[in-house]
């Protein structure tokens, strides 16, 4: 039989039936198919809920990076994520801040932005004006919507209109500003946008298109700050991560490394507590090209006393209610390890562990390079993947290591001739 993906109610079809589909498609074998679907934490009847098509699951470690005080509070971090070296650096990072008294951090108002496209507008400066006399009107008709929001204090704030050229003509954007509280947003704001659209197409005289929300959430900032003393970093790194800094406000190119490398920290902390990592890379890239050139999200500079001092500031849409932050089990107990009870300071504390992120992979650089402890920790997995288990990974780990070959098939080699020296 011709293979085909093109299946009619494949979402339609039970579990069972979708994993037999996609083993006879890819030829799976029986312990496969079973390693696809084990249920471990997250049952298999909750994740068909979460998304489409479900055929099993995909885990990741989850690492706690320790060490972390944030605005005086300890935190113990939960990091999911698959990139060796991360957890570790992350709380050496912590580690060396907590001597001057850690990571300050500071969020403003939880304010998403919901976007309402209108096309075909034939004065669109007369339909702006229209829109903003009836400001009341919109912001009472999208805060109907969603009572519980606004009993909690959130709710739409105000609203802006602008006129956009494009290469289809021009069009009128009407922009709902919400306060989302301890919710990321997304439901809300774009609820919110798709009520108020039939009134402000009557008052403009047009046709709305798009109703959603914005992921540049540049209302929504967190900040962090920390002072590295010299004492504890030396000079010569506090000068290495100076000049590794000053390159990438120079060159968007190492900037975009520079930056993914803060995300490293960040999104491992919005994975494991359930939140929406896309949106957050998707923010975060775009704030770090606002002025025109993209450019790093952190900033390194000397005090007068000669220590490094390190700041962040990037948009952090992030909740602790809603979506897979209350329906997943391991992100409700990884939000109970790390203590937070609002949104805006799981906010702060991702903002510390960016920035920590960021110290550690600068000092790295600058120093002995990124690869030495990333490959330590990276022959192990390739020790797993020659067939190693138990102690056998760590001794073909070790010996790849002293060696400074660590590749595939000589954790290979080295795994044979272990065996034969046990037998």
Known sequence: MKKTSLISGFYKLPLEERLKIVGEFAGLTGDELALLKAEGSLPLQLAERMIENVVGFMPLPLGIAVNFLVNGKPYMVPMALEEPSVVAAASHAAKL?????????????PIMIGQIQVVGVKEPLKAGRNVM???EAILDLANSVDPMLVKLGGGARSLNVKVLPSFRGSMLVVELYVDCRDAMGANAVNSMAEAVAPLIERLVEGRV???IISNLADRRLAKARVVMGKE????DVIEGVLDAYAFAVSDPYRAATHNKGIMNGIVAVALATGNDTRALEAGAHAYAARKGQYQPLTRWEKDGEGNLVGSIELPLAV????????SHPIARICRKILGVKTARELAEVMAAVGLAQNFAALRALATEGIQRGHMELHARNLAIMAGAQGELIDLVAQRMVEERKIRLDRAQEILDEIRKEQN
């Open 232 to 235: 504890a970093v030396g000079e």
């Open 209 to 211: 298109r798009l109703r």
């Open 133 to 135: 006399a009836e400001k």
């Open 319 to 326: 909740g602790t209610v809603g979506g897979a932050t209350a």
């Open 97 to 109: 801040a907590a001597a001057r008294g850690g990571f300050q951090a500071e969020t403003s108002d």
